[in-house]
């Protein structure tokens, strides 16, 4: 038993020093992608076909659609002059919220305690007959049935959302023709959101 509750206390710390991190965080750079599914963050592109590409930018949660949506647009702008093109015409975008929901377990005890790692959730306490005051959720509160010997019987659920703007583009040279207004001078864009964009230190 005693091995038990040095698992759950490793465990909680473990979760309580990653909302801490989390906490602290700060809105992705401008850089490429790296990570994998949700936690993949940053720009990246494909190629569709010649003068075409297919261009996303995710953040993470504490990046904001506004910055999402204008680092899709200097990437377009960007990789527009890589190719060597004056200006891209946006075929589709679409920007979209995206939320994961995570649930750790609290760490119950023979006193009843929700403890260590379950005080940073919503907790409920509620009293029911034949086994007296129980809690759901997180919380630092009573645990167990009765209040006594609860191990597991709490956990914290949390939701982590993120934006993600992905774009249709199509590069063209030459000058913009008059009334296109899905279309953008790469090189204005460069010059008007560069000052805004932050990088990698």
């Given at each position: ?156 659920v949390q ?27 790469a090189h204005?864009?460069?010059a008007t ?9």
């Open positions: 038993m005693a091995f038990s509750i040095g698992r759950k206390i490793m465990f909680a710390a473990l979760a309580s020093s990653t909302l801490t991190v989390a906490g602290c965080a700060t809105e992705t750079t401008f850089r490429p992608a790296t990570g994998r599914g949700f936690e993949r963050q940053g720009y990246s592109d494909r190629q569709i076909e010649p003068g075409r590409f297919l261009v996303s930018f995710a953040g993470n949660s504490v990046t904001s659609r506004d910055t999402v949506e204008r680092y899709l647009f200097f990437r377009a702008a960007q990789l527009t002059l890589e190719q060597g093109f004056d200006y891209f015409v946006m075929a589709d975008r679409d920007t979209k919220l995206q939320s994961r929901t995570y649930t750790t377990p609290g760490v119950g005890g023979p006193w009843g305690y929700g403890g260590f790692g379950g005080y940073w959730g919503p907790s409920w306490n509620f009293y029911g007959r034949g086994y007296g005051w129980r809690r759901f959720g997180g919380g630092l509160g009573y645990g167990g049935f009765g209040g006594f010997g609860g191990f597991g019987n709490d956990f914290d939701t982590i959302d993120r934006f993600q703007a992905t774009a249709e583009i199509v590069m063209r040279r030459g000058v913009i023709p008059q009334g296109d207004i899905r279309a953008f001078n204005k864009v460069v959101i560069g000052p805004s964009v932050v990088l990698p230190k």
